[in-house]
């Protein structure tokens, strides 16, 4: 269902209007439609072809200041989930209403549809890409189409709709030599089209580098993440600019605004057209903006929700996000862009003497504190700025924090992972364990 179909649906005029008629001072009604088309690859074939649809309606209202929230999917009578949310308001502490009011009803649909045929041959295309090199190699995969529309109505007179198609893609490549079991994987997210013959040659050359095993360095070295690796630091990053961390005490930035946190040569922003992660309002209505959280190491701006915002005494930018439809909204990020250096992934590689890169990995990454510890799944050595092959049985380990204060060089290679654009990056200060073999 487009935007324009779901702004002609009456269910959320509806619970609005029996939400005040019920004794509701305020009330707002989320919609999310969903409809997703995947295309599977197995063992080099493909396997199944799926249509998927979804819907949800979120009801948030406030009676003597009370909040209730209830969801329901598919259809549902309107009297119902009043009655669910007047029941569970009735259990809530009274707090202020955060809404907002109208600014802009309606916005262009982003992204583009794209048949299944096309999908069908994107993924044939990859795959013979990879095993025309290596016909010993198996391949899985899964390549998307997803439209999702979201609609946000409340009794302020907000009433703001749009729809997002979004591609996306995904392609592991499995190799077994005798008793060494080598798994590659990558994948892109893209709005109008993907890029096969892109998303083959980064795995091909994973391939290339892995064809020999060697031993790992069992000292501090310096440790290049790739762009695909590359976000767990920042997940560290994106927690610390939380305003509700800042607000909780919890994040080691929370009274360092206009301080240097961070290496000079990194700037971290959002930007609301950037990419596929990109949206024009946010969970509770208020537009998203372009905003610089740390600007050459120096720490700008935290992101929040309206209430946040409010005890921070800030703006309100636009991030206010549901985890998922039966959540309130709260602190969160649409993209998180680091922005790219200038040198290419092979002019990174030559300026490591002895050194190692991670381009997979097991297991999470650092908390608040920035103290992390990782398994490599795919890692190589490098030395005299040449990859050597393949490490196995690897560990980095160091602080987040600690590792970005040092000198930081970054790639020009940036690409999305997930909703993290950053490009590949060399740190120092991380300690590297290994078996040697």
Known sequence: MGSENLSKDTLAEELLELAIKSGAEAAEVYQSHSLSRPVFFEANRLKQLETSQSEGTALRLWRNGRPGLTVAYGSVPAQVMVEKALALSQLNQPEAVELGSNFQPSY???????????????????????????PDVVCNGDWECDVETTRLVNTKGLDCHYTDTTLSCYISAEWVRGDDFLSVSDGQTQRGELHPDKLANQILQRLIWAKENVSSPNRRVPVLFTS????????????????????????????????????????????PQAGPYSCPF????????????????????????????????????????????????????????????????????????????????????????????????????????????????????????????????????????????TPSLIVEGLSTTGRSN
């Open 108 to 134: 262009p649909d982003l992204g583009e549809s794209v048949p299944i045929e096309v999908m069908v041959d994107w993924g044939k295309e990859a795959i013979a890409l990879i095993r025309d090199a290596y």
């Open 282 to 421: 946010d969970d509770e209505g208020t537009p998203t903006q372009f905003l610089v959280f740390i600007q050459n190491g120096t720490l700008e701006n935290f992101y929040g929700d309206r209430t946040t915002g409010q005890q921070l005494n800030t703006h309100t930018i636009g991030n206010g996000f549901r985890p998922s439809l039966g959540s309130y909204p709260t602190p969160g990020l649409f993209n998180f862009l680091i922005q790219p250096g200038s040198l290419s992934l092979q002019e990174l590689i030559e300026q490591l003497d002895d050194g190692l890169i991670v381009d997979q990995m097991l297991g999470n990454g650092g908390s608040i504190s920035g103290d992390f510890s990782i398994n490599v799944d795919l890692g190589y050595r490098v030395q005299n700025g040449h990859v050597i092959g393949r490490v196995k049985d690897t560990m980095v380990a160091g602080n987040v924090y600690a590792a970005l204060k040092q000198s930081v060089t970054l790639g020009n290679d940036a690409d999305w992972n997930g909703s993290c654009y």
């Open 228 to 271: 695909k690796a590359a976000d767990m630091l920042w997940g560290t990053v994106q927690a610390a600019l939380n305003g509700k961390r800042v607000l909780e005490a919890a994040s080691p930035w929370a009274e360092r605004l206009g301080n240097l946190v961070i290496a000079p040569s990194l700037t971290v922003y959002q930007d």
